[in-house]
């Protein structure tokens, strides 16, 4: 029972990642009806420049609380990805509005390399280390329980951001123009939301849960490399998919669900039989499954087709 | 015209099946001998082609946008080298009562044996998957060749992940180009067909083509099995070119190398293809001395050509030759 709830926490922990990127996927696809493939490349960026920021401040020598470093480097990365993703959109993503959706998704499959290799040049290849923004220590109370003090972080923090989502989606005008664009974009245009500045924004908050979705993810695993992003990346957005696509709430749950289901599975994988080699193949069952079982995924509504 | 063209172009590469027989991988009349270096990279380039064209059969002429082609090449590698490798004997053995048998009819089999495993494959994936669109089917495709990749890094008798080595160098140019050759013909003579309008048809408008009585999923599991045979058997050729395989060789990056080339070449152009395989992969070889600079540059190409030219760099290559001015 305690190994079950530890897998749990586990699964939690990572779950709350998947959730922060699968968001991002979510939200873009609400206005643009594509999948950002370049989504988890920003996570890697936003970790690395978190990494960088806790140096440089390190080395500037303030004296600051760790909570205080913490924080300003999780901004920092949040603010760069979230730059980052704006650019994106504009260079890459904006000449394409009117075209076929195949051409969107070979091009974001290209800013995803593009990304990837860069960092590849300027970050080097080797794993880095990744510096560790809160105290690890554990908080372990429950018999053979181990709770660490980041993991608890990761979850709280991770949901205070997924609250802060919320209250922009659905208390403020941007996020009242979000919604009106995703229910219908030609409607919206002519109600007076101004498409290309709400499809920035959306792009720019998505790459900020992203980028923070990377600090914590380096965190959880202190490690860090520029192709860190690919199966995060495409687990989150499998997480996007399975919770329904479009559906903020169901990124959230479909990133926790999938984060605790992978844990469980490796977790379990003698018992059940499967080699743990088989890690990332069980998200790609999950997707697979979903598609052809639920395709609308757990909290999506069927869409008609219209000719 | 166009089925013209395809057919002229296979029926030039069908003369390099003469050296099929030949044994040996250094080409002779009425090539010089070359060095192993140029004759690698023209190897190399036989099976991009081969890949390449296999992949715009799906991609390209059916308009279903596939990322898994690598986990196809890696049945098709793995399918062919374990006849090879593993069972080659008892198969020469067993076929040995009635003929003695050059290691070319067993190099035949073990092909075969690559492409039509693929093809099953295809047909696996291709059916559950092929209901879905676009994006959706871009990623599930993905997901199926890693799962094809993590099953084959798993499995002990496949040498896991330390792949399997020692694999005979069965492959020569005249077997390369052979296969480029059926490949072309095959997927070129299959699109212009009467039946292989429905590709065409599938891939401009999948709504409209299903009201006018076209078995959508039908063409769909088709064009992907067909696909997934003639990348079984480029894999098995690479197989039996570089001696031997991994699963990390065949990887993602793997799918996109021939993405890059369909792109390029112009999706549903056999020739722009064709013509693409052959500039990447000299290309490849250019840039082979700054590795570190060959994927941002492929990177970029697929940003920069998609927002100028998304019809491909070469797509309407066929229109420069003299002989297709009219059309």
């Known amino acids: 029972m305690n190994e079950f709830l530890q897998q749990l926490i586990n699964g939690i922990s990572l779950g709350s990642v998947y959730a922060l990127i699968a968001l991002g996927y979510t939200m873009v696809y609400g206005v643009l009806r594509f999948i950002n493939f370049a989504h988890g490349d920003v996570f890697m960026i936003g970790a690395f420049s978190a990494m960088f920021g806790h140096s440089l401040i390190k080395r500037s020598g303030l004296v600051m609380p760790d909570w205080l470093v913490a924080l300003v480097v999780l901004t920092l990365s949040m603010v760069v990805g979230a730059l980052l993703g704006t650019l994106i959109e504009k260079l890459a993503y904006k000449p394409l509005r009117e075209r076929p959706r195949l051409t969107v998704l070979i091009t974001a499959i290209g800013v995803s390399l593009l990304l990837e290799y860069v960092g590849q040049l300027v970050f080097g290849a080797a794993p880095r280390g990744f510096p560790s923004l809160i105290e690890s220590k554990s908080l372990g109370g429950f018999g053979s329980l181990q709770l660490s003090s980041v993991q608890i972080t990761v979850v709280l923090v991770s949901g205070g951001l997924l609250m802060g989502l919320r209250a922009i989606v659905m208390r403020t005008r941007m996020g009242l123009s979000m919604r009106a664009l995703s229910l219908n974009p030609t409607a919206a245009a002519l109600m007076g939301v101004n498409t290309n500045v709400v499809i920035s924004f959306t792009f720019g908050l998505g790459s900020a849960l992203a980028a923070a979705g990377g600090v914590f993810y380096a965190s959880l695993y202190q490690a860090i490399d520029p192709f860190m992003g690919v199966l995060p990346g495409m687990k989150a957005f499998i997480a996007a998919v399975l919770g329904g696509i479009g559906v903020l709430p169901g990124a959230a749950l479909g990133g926790v669900l999938l984060g605790v289901l992978e844990t469980l599975v490796v977790g379990y994988s003698k018992v059940l039989g499967i080699p743990s080699g088989f890690r990332d193949a069980v998200a790609f069952l999950i997707l697979i499954l979903i598609l052809l079982f639920k395709p609308t995924g757990l909290l999506g509504k069927a869409h008609r087709e219209k000719v | ?321 003299p002989w297709r001015r009219r059309a």
């Open chain 2, 1 to 321: 015209m166009k089925s013209k063209i395809s057919l002229l172009i296979a029926v030039l590469f069908f003369g390099w099946l003469s050296f099929c027989f030949s044994g040996h991988r250094e080409a002779s009349w009425p090539l010089p001998q070359f060095d192993g270096y140029l004759l690698s990279i023209l190897i190399l380039i036989g099976i991009n082609i081969v890949s390449a064209v296999s992949l715009n059969l799906v991609n390209g002429h059916t308009g279903q946008f596939s990322l898994g082609h690598a986990g196809f090449m890696a049945v098709g590698a793995y399918g062919s080298a374990w006849i090879t490798l593993i069972h080659g004997k008892e198969i020469l053995s067993l076929m040995g009562v009635f003929v003695s048998m050059p290691a070319e009819c067993l190099f035949l089999i073990a092909l075969l044996f690559g492409g039509l495993f693929a093809a099953v494959t295809g047909l696996i994936v291709g059916i559950p998957s092929l209901r879905l669109r676009g994006d959706y089917l871009a990623i599930v495709t993905l997901g199926f060749g890693e799962i094809i990749r993590v099953i084959l890094q798993n499995s002990d008798a496949l040498g896991g992940a330390r792949g399997l080595a020692g694999i005979a160098s069965y492959t020569t140019l005249g077997w390369t180009f052979g296969v480029a050759a059926l490949a072309i013909y095959v997927v070129g003579t299959l699109v212009n067909s009467t039946y292989g309008r429905g590709f065409l048809a599938v891939r401009d408008d999948e709504i409209a083509a299903e009201a006018m009585g076209i078995n959508t999923t039908k063409y769909k599991v088709v064009a992907f099995a067909v696909g997934a045979f003639f990348s079984g058997l480029a894999g098995g050729l690479y197989a039996h070119f570089i001696g031997y395989i991994n699963p990390e060789g065949f990887n993602f990056l793997k799918s996109v190398d021939v993405v890059v080339i369909v792109i390029l070449g112009g999706m549903g152009s056999t020739a722009g293809v064709t013509v693409a395989a052959v500039v990447l992969t000299l290309l490849n070889e250019l840039l082979r001395q700054t590795e570190q600079y060959r994927m941002i540059v492929f990177a970029l190409l697929l940003i920069v050509l998609m927002i100028l030219r998304p019809q491909g760099l070469i797509a309407d290559f066929g229109r420069l030759l």
